[in-house]
């Protein structure tokens, strides 16, 4: 499955299981996902590597729960999302899963704390524990100083740490981070992928990456190959570059 | 919550240019309603004051046969035991008058010019607060101690060149049909506003009209109230007293007979309705173009909360929100706005004639709270209910292709 594995003996947290997604465009179906197996266990850092097109943005979103597949089954702590509704979903990724996109997606009306806050609102956190832990948060990615500042007032790389901290405040069980260096300049990519590490190794916290950035995949402690929308093995480091 | 009105107040105002816009527009469809209501309201309770105090009363009570205008015979619709029928009802705290009427047609003589007038009885005596409410132009009111004064209505004065003082004769039929005149002397030229009746009408003292028509007997009896409030419940009490008196009298109350003023305010409640559901209607297409613009904006926005697991009804709840913000504000600045605009008609005194008025008058603008209480809810139902499609359609998303939109 992997060039890159690491043996992990911890508990699982997502497992995909022979997932397949197919789009209709007009008359014309396009399988963007055909018989994908993943698993993620606590503690991984993993990447889902490919080409442009390949299926990871489509693949992120099935594991994150925010699409779902035509065949197979998502496992989330080993229970089947198959049968969740559209509200028992966003109840579970309001809980469970944090989220970090290629254009940061901050909501432009909100400082940068309010950002953070926004997903312990979900949660029904007091007033006091939701601006205590944003704020704590905002500290851990270095932005304490800017907290009351609005995203348009914020660098890319400033906007992408607050959309790490938006992701990490409310503990998840994991953060699926899509493209997340795809909009940053390489000093800032660098410093964010050296912030998620950190918070991977020192917090121990899951990340799920789909990215082709050779910079990811170098820190990758797994990864996950695509091509129109198959597993492959992954392809040597000349081939990959190229792919990159 | 807090944050969720925070987001969804400063959303409101993302696009200030447009959010004013509509904001204004709000506030312009209620300060309308609220001034037109105001005007209107203030003409036509004008309209019923006048009638209720110079021509209707209250109440009036007559034979069922008058009526129903069946009987040939004007005499058998005549109420004999009206003395005893108004000793009665002047029993009742609430009544503030009660007298005889007669009303018939005769010709008014000055010199060589005659007219065809309509005369309407007045008692002096018991009516001293319908008689307050004739606006005399020239000369007095009717006075107990002099029973051969007539006052005319100002339209009629000016045809027959009338004034105070000058000399008349009215001749008209007796009840058994014998001709009957008698010389009086003009004692004012007075005013009601409305025109049919300041044309034609001429007041007459009750005494000296039964003289006239030979009768010690009256057509109507006339009621006025402390109260206007008191109508219906006074409506019933006199009912009752009139059964142990004479059951075919029967009462009717002044909006029962008004017809000038029923069709007038019908008119005008038709009108307002028109006007208010055109307004409305703007208003409704404006927000819903407004609400729709910007959850069309804001596609990556809503794709995101609803990856970070706000639920449906939230994002529903937010855009109503949005809306209710516009809406307030729109209400609010309404208000004012029709604080104003009425200030400054009232200070302005400017004259306007209605159709079927005979004399102008200053439009005057009441600023009532049960019209800010209609546009207010009116405006604010318009502005949730413009926001309730497109909000829900927002909620529908599909969130990762809401995704695919940058914020």
């Given at each position: 499955m992997s060039l890159k594995s690491v043996p992990n003996t911890l508990s699982l947290v997502v497992e995909a299981h022979r997932v397949?997604?197919?789009?209709?465009?007009?008359?014309?179906?396009?399988?963007a996902l055909n018989q994908v197996s993943l698993e993620i266990r606590k503690g991984d850092f993993c990447d889902i590597a490919g080409p442009s097109g390949s299926g990871k943005t489509t693949l992120l979103n099935i594991l994150g729960c925010l699409?779902?597949?035509t065949e197979g089954d998502v496992l989330i702590e080993g229970v089947s999302t198959k049968k969740f509704s559209v509200n028992e979903l966003a109840k579970f990724r309001s809980e469970n899963l944090g989220f970090i996109f290629q254009t940061f997606n901050l909501i432009p009306t909100l400082s940068a704390l309010e950002n953070v806050e926004y997903p312990l609102l979900l949660l029904s956190r007091t007033y006091r524990s939701r601006r205590e832990l944003a704020e704590e948060a905002l500290k851990i990615v270095g932005l304490e100083n800017f907290k009351r500042n609005r995203p348009g007032q914020l660098s890319g790389g400033q906007r992408q740490r607050v959309a790490i901290a938006r992701a990490l405040v409310k503990k998840p069980l994991l953060i699926l981070a899509d493209e997340p260096t795809a909009n940053l300049d390489r000093k800032n990519s660098i410093e964010i992928l050296d912030l998620m590490s950190r918070l991977h190794e020192e917090n121990g916290v899951t990340f799920l990456f789909s990215s082709h950035d050779p910079l990811v995949l170098k820190r990758a402690t797994k990864i996950s190959y695509l091509s129109d929308g198959r597993q492959e093995p992954i392809p040597s480091e000349e081939r990959m570059k190229d792919v990159a | 919550m807090w944050l969720r009105i925070k987001i969804?107040?400063?959303?409101?105002?993302?696009?200030?240019?447009?959010?004013?816009?509509?904001?204004f527009m709000i506030a312009s469809a209620v300060a309308a309603i609220v001034v037109f209501e105001g005007f209107t309201h203030n003409m036509i309770s004008g309209l019923r004051?006048?009638?209720?105090?110079?021509?209707?009363?209250?109440?009036q009570l007559a034979l069922r046969s008058f009526w129903e205008k069946k009987s040939n015979k004007p005499k058998q619709n005549l109420i004999k035991s009206y003395q005893r029928v108004v000793t009665e009802l002047l029993k009742d705290k609430r009544i503030q008058y009660a007298a005889g009427k007669l009303e018939f047609f005769g010709l008014l003589s000055k010199g060589d010019e005659s007219m065809s007038v309509r005369i309407i009885t007045l008692d002096p005596q018991k009516e001293v607060s319908r008689n307050k409410h004739f606006r005399f132009r020239e000369g007095k009111a009717l006075h107990k101690n002099r029973p051969f004064q007539v006052a005319v209505g100002n339209g009629l004065a000016r045809k027959l060149g009338l004034k105070a003082n000058s000399n008349v004769s009215i001749l008209t039929h007796t009840y058994d049909g014998v001709v009957n005149a008698m010389d009086f002397e003009v004692s004012g030229i007075f005013q009601t506003d409305i025109a049919e009746f300041d044309d034609s009408t001429l007041l007459i003292p009750l005494k000296t009209a039964q003289e006239l028509l030979d009768t010690t007997a009256v057509e109507q009896i006339v009621?006025?109230?402390?109260?206007?409030?008191?109508?219906?419940?006074?409506?019933?009490?006199?009912?009752?007293?009139?059964?142990?008196i004479d059951p075919d009298i029967q009462v009717k109350t002044w909006y029962q007979i008004a017809t000038l003023y029923k069709q007038v305010s019908m008119f005008n409640r038709v009108q307002n309705t028109m006007v208010q559901f055109i307004l409305m209607a703007l208003v409704l297409l404006s927000i819903m173009n407004t609400v729709g613009m910007s959850i069309l904006e804001r596609t990556g926005e809503i794709g995101t909360i609803r990856a970070l697991g706000e639920k449906r009804a939230a994002v529903v709840f937010q855009f109503l929100m949005e809306g209710l913000f516009l809406g307030l504000g729109g209400v609010l600045l309404g208000i004012l706005g029709a604080i104003c605009i009425a200030k400054g008609f009232n200070a302005m005194n400017i004259p306007i004639i209605f159709p079927g008025a005979s004399a102008p008058i200053f439009i005057k603008i009441e600023v009532l709270y049960s019209a800010i209480l209609k546009a207010s809810l009116l405006g604010l139902g318009i502005t949730i209910l413009a926001a309730v499609i497109p909000a829900h359609r927002a909620s529908k998303m599909n969130i990762v292709e809401a995704l695919r939109y940058n914020i």
């Open positions: 397949s997604r197919t789009y209709s465009i007009g008359s014309h179906c396009h399988q699409d779902r597949p | 969804a107040f400063r959303n409101a105002f993302r696009n200030r240019r447009r959010s004013l816009l509509n904001i004051e006048t009638t209720v105090q110079t021509q209707t009363g209250h109440l009621v006025g109230l402390k109260s206007s409030w008191d109508t219906t419940m006074v409506k019933d009490s006199v009912r009752a007293v009139l059964a142990g």
